[in-house]
C-alpha cells in the first residue's frame, strides 16, 4: 500500500490490476483510510472459447453497410485517432495514450466504426499490459474500450469490434488470453462479455485517485 499511495502522490491515480476477490476488502479499505478514491472492478478473462465465440459472432452479425473499420497504426492520420476518442469520450470510456493504441511502444490496437459523414459511431480496443518478462507478459492482453454512441446502439457495433480485436491481438501478436474489468452490477458490460465468451475470473481490479486531483476522484465515468 505504500507504493501504491506513492505511485498515487506522483501521477493522480494507480491501481493494484490482480488481487484475490477475497482480500479485496482489506486492500481497499487500506486504501480509504489513507484518503484515496477507490474503484472496484470484476476481472473478466477470455482464452479460447472467447475467440470461438468472436469468431461465430463476426461470421453471423456482420458491420452495417454505411459503416467502415478504421484501424489504428504507427500512421494512421491523426483523424482516425480522434474519431476514436471522440466516441470513447462520450461514452465515459478513457482510451489509452495515442502511442499505445497506434502500438508504437508496445503492442496494441484500435479500431473505430465511422459512418458515411466521417463520424465515429463505435470503438475498442486493446495492449499488452503486464511486463514481457511476467509470467503473463506474452500470453495476456488487455482488451475492452467498448463503446457505441446511443443513437446506434442495439446493432451489436460494439461486440463486432471488440471480436475483431480480440482476434487481431491473437492472430498478430499470439496473445492467447485478454482480460477486461467491469464494475459488478453493469449489466451491458457483462452481458457482452458473456457473449464473447469471456467470463468473471474470480479475481479484481483496485483502482485508486487522489480526489483532490482527479475530477470525481476516478480515471473513467
Not at 62 to 66: F, M, N, Q, R, T
Given at each position: 500500500m505504500d507504493r501504491l499511495a506513492a505511485l498515487v502522490e506522483l501521477q493522480g491515480s494507480s491501481f493494484f490490476a490482480r488481487i484475490d476477490d477475497g482480500a479485496f476488502d482489506r486492500w481497499r479499505t487500506g486504501a480509504r483510510r489513507r484518503g484515496l478514491s477507490t474503484t472496484h472492478y470484476a476481472r473478466w478473462l477470455g482464452?479460447?472459447?472467447?475467440a470461438r465465440s468472436a469468431r461465430a459472432l463476426l461470421k453471423d452479425h456482420?458491420?452495417?453497410?454505411?459503416l467502415e473499420i478504421r484501424r489504428i497504426g504507427p500512421d494512421t492520420p491523426d483523424?482516425?485517432?480522434?474519431q476514436l476518442a471522440d466516441v470513447a469520450l462520450s461514452c465515459g470510456v478513457l482510451p489509452p495514450s495515442g502511442a499505445v493504441l497506434r502500438g508504437r511502444c508496445k503492442p496494441g490496437l484500435g479500431l473505430v466504426a465511422v459512418d458515411r459523414a466521417g463520424r465515429g459511431v463505435a470503438c475498442a480496443g486493446a495492449a499488452s499490459f503486464w511486463h514481457p518478462d511476467h509470467p503473463d507478459g506474452r500470453r495476456q492482453c488487455w482488451w475492452g474500450m467498448l463503446a457505441t454512441l446511443p443513437e446506434r446502439r442495439g446493432q451489436r457495433l460494439a461486440l463486432v469490434l471488440g471480436a475483431l480485436a480480440l482476434i487481431e491481438m491473437r492472430e498478430r501478436f499470439g496473445f492467447g488470453e485478454v482480460f477486461t474489468g467491469i464494475e459488478p452490477g453493469n449489466a451491458p458490460s457483462e452481458a457482452a462479455c458473456a457473449r464473447l465468451g469471456l467470463r468473471p475470473e474470480g479475481k479484481s481490479v483496485l483502482s485508486v485517485a487522489d480526489p483532490g486531483r482527479v475530477p470525481g476522484g476516478r480515471m473513467t465515468k
Open positions: 482464452a479460447d472459447a472467447a456482420p458491420l452495417p453497410p454505411d483523424e482516425a485517432l480522434a
